[in-house]
């Protein structure tokens, strides 16, 4: 009987191993997408959570004052003529309205107060300009403040010069005066967030902007604040449709965006 060729029959092991590995890295690939899709919103949300340290959550009392705060992305269609709290006009369009709307659903019996403050184009310290009158005077429980891509876009936009270490400095003299004023305030630090590749965000934002993200995760460690890394979100999503879908110029999102935001905000807070 003729010995069997030994090398020859490696040889055409490892043709067929070559053969059948890039079909099966596309498979797991396929696969692991298909199961985050089928999985929805819920799953990219707690992955994305999953990946950040274990924040205190947040406990709601009756006749709380919930405050959101911050830019455009916060202020979103909202009618600044408008005070009131609770209201689809004062709260605006965005994702403050889709938060808002599930923490009255979910708390119904506690008599809350929200409202929305956001004002687009600001910066930190712009925030600080009108804190008084938009924070401070309607003494918030709960407050959430969702601020510093305009810190960093305007540098490339608007003829700012701040840097990141003015973004940190006004940032917790913002919150230092904030505690000063009411000591038992609770604190939700949102993550800036972009989403690269669509319409105003490219390689000029990085690496710098990520130093924005990495700080507001460090202020809210800092002062003990819940933490909502929206950008690991908006990651995570991507997995299932493509940036424009969830973004509509790499910094303001679409309506799928918004109910993210919303979403992330909520399991981040515990709400």
């Known amino acids: 009987m003729e ?3 030994f090398s020859l029959l490696k040889r055409k092991l490892r043709q067929m191993k070559s053969k059948l590995n890039p079909s099966r890295r ?3 690939k396929t696969a692991s997408v298909g199961t985050i899709a089928a999985m929805g919103l819920p799953a990219i949300v707690s992955s994305a959570l ?3 340290k ?8 009756t006749g709380d004052v919930i405050l959101f705060q911050g830019d455009s992305i916060t202020d979103w269609g909202r009618d600044h003529n408008k005070t009131e709290p609770n209201t689809t006009s004062a709260l605006g369009s965005g994702y403050t309205l889709i938060t808002a709307s599930q923490i009255l659903l979910n708390h119904a019996d506690k008599g809350l107060k929200i409202y929305n403050k956001g004002v687009s184009g600001n910066k930190v310290y712009q925030l600080a300009e009108r804190w008084d009158t938009d924070c401070l005077a309607l003494k ?6 969702h601020i510093g891509v305009n810190d960093f876009w305007h540098t490339l936009t608007g003829n700012y010069t701040g840097t990141i270490d003015t973004y940190i400095a006004d940032y917790k003299n913002l919150i230092d005066r904030t505690k000063a004023a009411l000591p038992d305030v609770k604190l939700v630090i949102c993550e800036p ?14 690496p710098t902007f990520d130093l924005f993200r990495k700080a507001a995760a460090d202020i809210a460690q800092q002062y003990d604040a819940v ?3 929206y950008q690991a979100a908006f990651n995570k999503a991507e997995k299932i449709a493509p940036a424009p879908y969830w973004n509509l110029d790499g910094v303001h999102p679409s309506v ?7 979403q992330t905000w909520l399991k981040a807070v515990g709400a």
């Open 54 to 61: 274990p924040s205190k959550k947040i406990s709601f009392n």
């Open 227 to 229: 933490f909502v890394p």
């Open 26 to 28: 596309h498979f797991l």
């Open 3 to 5: 010995e069997p060729n």
């Open 140 to 145: 918030p429980n709960v407050l959430s403040i």
């Open 193 to 206: 967030f972009a989403q690269k590749g669509v319409k105003a965000v490219d390689d000029k934002w990085y």
């Open 50 to 52: 999953a990946a950040e």
């Open 256 to 262: 799928a965006g918004e109910a993210l935001m919303a």
